[in-house]
């Protein structure tokens, strides 16, 4: 016979893991980043069913999924090829923001905000940069 403590110990796992299953950040993580658009049914249908089961852990998916943006969306082209991102770097291997402003707004037909607090930015390595074919500056 089981004890009442392993029981519940599977029925609180299995319904942590049922919520994390409905996280869009975890079903679409090319979305996250994204700012805003149109919600997602399905991420949204998935989240609240979270909070109608679980009612904390399904708030937090939601809020997850709002402050990473993988609720929205896509929205048609949301890349660009990274030849044509070259002529944003200049000579020093620095990024000129306005030149890449530019780009983005030429290629994806979408004004993007480089200045918003919510955009995540990463910064590459060597090898990263080698495989675009740049030479990091000294």
Known sequence: MRSPSRILAALLASSLLAQLAGCGTLFYPERRGQLNGQIDPAVAALNAVGIL??????????????????IYLPEGRYSVAPERLRDAIGADGRIDRAQLHAILQEQLARDLPLDDPRLIQ???GIEQ????GLRPAA
């Open 129 to 132: 940069l080698a495989a675009y």
């Open 122 to 124: 990463q910064a590459g």
């Open 53 to 70: 089961f679980y009612v904390v852990p399904g708030l937090i998916a939601f809020a997850i999924d709002f402050a990473t943006g993988a």
